[in-house]
Every structure is written in C-alpha cells, then in structure tokens.
C-alpha cells in the first residue's frame, strides 16, 4: 500500500507564518481570521491537491441561510476556471511545504484567496484516502521506471531580453521579431491591450549543456540578423525597466515533474542566482518568479519559471544549465533546504543577498562533492566563484559584448 | 532532398483564423431591490446574449444577461427575487494577428468559454442593495483573407510520396564555441 505523507515542516508553522508564506508567494490568506458566517452568498472551492497537481476541485456555494450545494468543476480544456484553481491551490500547498493538502479558496477581486488548510486530506473519507493512494502510487511507480531507465534529463529555455534606445525608452521587439521561431517576440497585457515588448530565444534543446549553449549562441546570431537597428541596447536580468518583468524559464523533459524536484530547483539553483542578482531584480517577485514556479507542458515535459533573464551573461547561463542539468539527475542526494526556515524564504522574496549568502555554501559545497560535478565544474566553476566573491549583475548594461554579438553592422 | 529548382512557390489569397485572443474576467454588478434585503439567499445568472464587433487593434464583446437574486427582508420573515438585466462591453485583445491580413475582410466571432457566473453576493454597506461579483471568460477570433506561401509540387499528388525538405537550414554550429565567450558576471 503506497505511504501518504506530508514534511512535518507545516505542523511546526505557526498561523502568523502559514499566512506570511502564502503572502509572500502572492496568494491573499485568511487564515488567520476567525470565520463567521456572513449572510451572504459565497463561491469557495475544495481542492485536493497531490504532488503538483488537483485530484478533484469542487464548488462550494453558500447562501445566506446557511444551504450548501456542492458541484465538481471538471477538468476541461476549453475553460480556464479548473486552471487557475488548480494553480493557486497548488501554489499555496507548495508554499506551506505540503505535498498533500486540501486547499480551500475563495476567488477574491485580486485572486485567490486561502481560507482554509487540512494537510491530512487523506482522513476526509475513504474515497478520498483512495484517490490519494492510487495518485501516490502513479508518482512512485513513474519515478521508479526514471530510475531504471538511467535517462538524461533533456534541458530547452526561452529566456528574455529588452531593446532599450540610448535613453532607456523601450522599443518593442514586434517591430523585427515575429511571433514564432528561434528568435521571437512575447506579449504583455497591458491596459487591456497586448503589446509585444519582449525578444525571447528559443534555442534547440539538448541534453548536453555544452551543446544548448551553442544553440542558445545561434539563437542570439538569428536574433542579431533581425534586429537590425544596431544603435538598441539589449538587456537582460529580472526587471531591467521598471515594469517590465524578464524570465529566464528552463525546460525539462525525459525527467518527472516532483515535489522534491522543485524543491530543489529552489534550493540548489533560484537561491544562488538570487544572491548574485542585481537589486532591482527582486522587483519581479511575487508576480513572476515565486518559489516552485512551473507549468507543465503539452510536450509531457516542464518548465521552471522563477529564474530571472540568464542572458544577463555567458557565465551566468553557462552556471544555470550546468547546474539545472545536475540538480534535475542528482536531485535525490541533494538535501539540504534552507528555504524551510521563515527568515531565509521571507529573504528570497525581499533579495536579502545578505541573508542568502549565509545559507550558501553547504549549499555550493553539498552539489561540488557529487561525482557527477566533475562532468560540470567547467560551467558551474565561474559562478560558483562569483558567488563567493561577493559579485553582482548590473542588468542596465548592454549584453551584446559578452555574447560576442556585433554592435556594428 | 533540399528544394531544387523544378520546385515552385505560390502565393495564394485564402481566408483563415488571422487572429485570436482570450480574456477572462471579474466584474461588479450593484442591483437595487425594491426591499432592504437582510441576506442573500442566491444569486444566478441567466439569458446570457452577446455578440462580436471589431474593435481597433481588439475585438470588443457586447452582451447582456439576467441577474436573480434571492433574498430575504424584514429581518427574514419574508423573501423574494429581484432581476435585473445588465449590458456590457468587454474589450478582448488579440494574443497573436497576422500582419498580413486584409483589413476590408475581417470578420470576428466570440465564444463564452465560461457561462458568466457570480461567484459572491453581498448586502451593500448602506443596506439597500446588493453587490454581485461575476465571473466570466471569451475566446475571439478574427477571420480575414490573407496570404499564404506554399510549395507546388510539379509531380502532381501520386501515391509516390517525395520527402521533401522545407527548407529547413542545416544550422551550422561548428564555429559557435561556448568556452570562448568570457566568464564575466
């Protein structure tokens, strides 16, 4: 029979911490508040969640005179609904360290809000001790056959980069890149209209980090071939304009989607490139770039979002596919995680570089001492360095040298 | 087989989905009924009309629908249901548009993908109406003739399937070296 379990970290958590969690992770919480009925009518939904994902979500609605009707919204792929109330209610599960949970949320006006947490969803019934057995089981005998098969992790990226003139104006990259291909252009909303501001490279994936890089350079080629006007300035890291938030997502594949995955991904990787990010880097946080940031994608396969624009420079990139692609083989013997405690997570979110670096090198020190480094040192080497001298990125710089791209025709 | 020369290209003029865009959205309805409600005791939604209209760079949807609510006055000795039809007018914006696309022939349509529905009911602070919170999601499309490349094949479409290569470049990756380019921060 397959064991369900949660981390013991949330019974340790005190209501005032749940509730600073989810904050932090962008997620609104009541948590702290004694509930009382209100005579009003109410949508809340019940979402069990197991490793990453919603076993069932239900509507929940209640009237001012205290009736409850129950409806299951049903996973269907032409509404968004089921989407997003799998993605919050995941979000907050992650938050509070718990693989297992029964999550319930109101949709508030600024989005989800958590109302309520059982981490031992479990005991709610026996169907659901069922359902939560069968998903168990799914996982253990998905990573099982990971582990026969001895696959490498295949990594892909679609990182970010800004045109800015000489005045630090935006050009919006639309007007030479198109939608598709290796070298193209993301949207943002913004007053209600889609604008296409941002360049994104699209390079081959690869299981190789050596190889990838080399794609990724022939992105940046393509990208330089079409973006004609040389006099742009091209700028990468986590917010190089205010407002204008730049990702750096890695994609994984031939690789199972984990809890313990991504919080590796958090630990070994998103906490590290923190420290060496510029200050204003942290200003994209908690919108983009929260801790456990992921999508799963059509292709079976994963993205991790809460790295800020790698592009900043060949090192940091070098670093960060170096080191995805290890976390994502070894991540079993990784097992140190900082992020656990209030003060280091709370510093994640504020880029307390300070507070970071004093969690960093058993960190650094744990990843060095797999032999399996040795087949990365050559890429996770510079940064590694960086991070002990204490080193910065400046994202107003233009990174078009680094990548040795021409500035003249 | 790269394209050779007995390949020809053509440019034709069809209609196609030229555009598409998704938006879904939170709105707040006040409806006045005519007693000072005490509690809500439901609140739905119904009759739910719309259409699409092109809209500068967007499609805008234009629709209307039915708000019941249920409540109870007179500290809930009694109840009744006030209705309320609303209108609105939702500026979706396009996700992707074919620049190509000939503006005289642009047709738009929308789907609700979510029916509206309200998701909070509540008495107003002065006590004399209720405010509903609605839920509700489109998807538009914009039709337009527009063009298209495509390869001709001069051997007609026999059962004789030639593998052709569109065109995809060999990449030539041999000159690109990830461990020239400097180790700065």
């Not at chain 1, 040389?230 to 304009?241: E, N």
């Not at chain 2, 999601?137 to 593998?163: M, Q, R, W």
Request: aromatic fraction near 8%; hydrophobic fraction near 40%.
């Amino acid at each position: 029979m397959a064991v369900i379990w949660n981390l013991p970290l949330y019974e340790q958590m005190s209501i005032t911490e749940r509730t600073a969690r989810l904050r932090r992770s962008g997620l609104g919480s009541t948590l702290s508040l004694h509930r009382e009925q209100e005579n009003h009518f109410k949508v809340y939904y019940e979402v069990l969640v197991s490793q990453l994902r919603a076993l069932r979500v239900r509507k929940i609605v209640y009237t001012g005179i205290k009736q409850v009707k129950e409806t299951s919204v049903l996973r269907i792929e032409e509404t968004s609904r089921y989407r997003r109330i799998e993605r919050a209610a995941v979000k907050a599960a992650y938050a509070l360290n718990l693989a297992h949970a029964e999550i319930v949320l109101e949709a508030s006006e600024k989005g989800a809000v958590i109302t309520s947490v059982n981490d031992y969803p479990w005991l709610i019934s026996d169907d659901i001790r069922l359902m939560y057995e069968q998903a168990v089981k799914e996982t253990e005998l998905a990573l099982e056959a990971e582990a026969e098969a001895g696959t490498v992790p295949v990594l892909g990226m679609d990182p970010e980069f800004l045109l800015l003139r000489e005045d630090r104006s935006m050009v919006p990259a639309s007007q030479f890149l198109d939608r598709q291909g290796e070298a193209g252009c993301d949207s943002i909303s913004r007053d209600g209209r889609r604008i296409y501001p941002v360049a994104e490279l699209r390079p081959n994936p690869s299981a190789e980090p050596r190889e990838l890089i080399t794609h990724l350079m022939h992105a940046f080629r393509t990208a330089s071939s079409l973006i004609t006007d040389r006099s742009l300035i091209w700028c990468a890291g986590g917010m190089p304009v205010k407002g204008i938030p730049l990702g750096g997502h890695v994609h994984f594949s031939r690789v199972v989607l984990s809890f313990e995955l991504l919080r590796a991904l958090d630990n070994y990787l998103a906490l590290p490139v923190a420290i060496l990010e510029d200050p204003r880097s942290a200003g994209r946080r908690p919108r983009y770039g929260y801790l456990g940031d992921f999508r799963v994608q059509p292709y079976g396969g994963f993205e991790y979002r809460t790295l800020p624009s790698f592009l900043i420079s060949p090192m940091i990139a070098k670093g960060v596919v170096a080191m995805a692609g290890l976390i994502a083989s070894q991540y079993r013997r990784l097992n140190l995680r900082p992020l656990d405690q209030p003060e280091i997570h709370a510093a994640f979110y504020e880029g307390d570089r300070v507070m970071l670096r004093s969690v960093m090198e058993p960190l650094l020190q744990e990843m060095i001492l797999l032999p399996e480094y040795r087949g990365f040192h050559k890429y996770i080497n510079p940064l590694v360095s960086a991070l002990y001298e204490g080193k910065t990125w400046d994202e107003t710089r233009d990174i078009r040298p680094l990548w040795n791209i021409p500035l003249e025709p | 087989m790269s394209l050779g020369h007995k390949q020809q290209c053509r440019e034709i003029i069809t209609k196609a989905i030229c555009g598409k865009g998704r938006k879904f959205s939170t709105v707040t309805h006040t409806v006045t009924p005519p007693h000072n409600p005490t509690s809500i005791l439901g609140a739905w939604i119904i009759n739910h009309e719309y259409e699409a209209v092109a809209a500068g760079d967007g499609i805008e949807v234009i629709g209307t629908y039915d708000i019941n609510i249920w409540y109870s006055y007179d500290q809930n000795s009694q109840t009744d249901v006030a209705k309320e039809t609303v209108s609105y007018v939702e500026n979706v914006p396009l996700s992707y548009l074919d620049p190509k696309h000939r503006a005289s022939t642009v047709e738009v349509s929308a789907e609700s993908t979510q029916e509206p529905s309200c998701v909070e009911a509540s008495v107003s602070s002065n006590g004399e109406s209720v405010l509903i919170r609605v839920e509700r999601e489109f998807a538009v499309e914009l039709i337009a003739e527009t063009k298209v490349n495509v390869i001709v094949s001069p051997h007609g479409c026999g059962d004789d399937d030639k593998d052709y290569d569109f065109g995809t470049v060999e990449a030539d990756f041999d000159e690109l070296d990830p461990d020239s380019l400097d180790d700065e921060l």
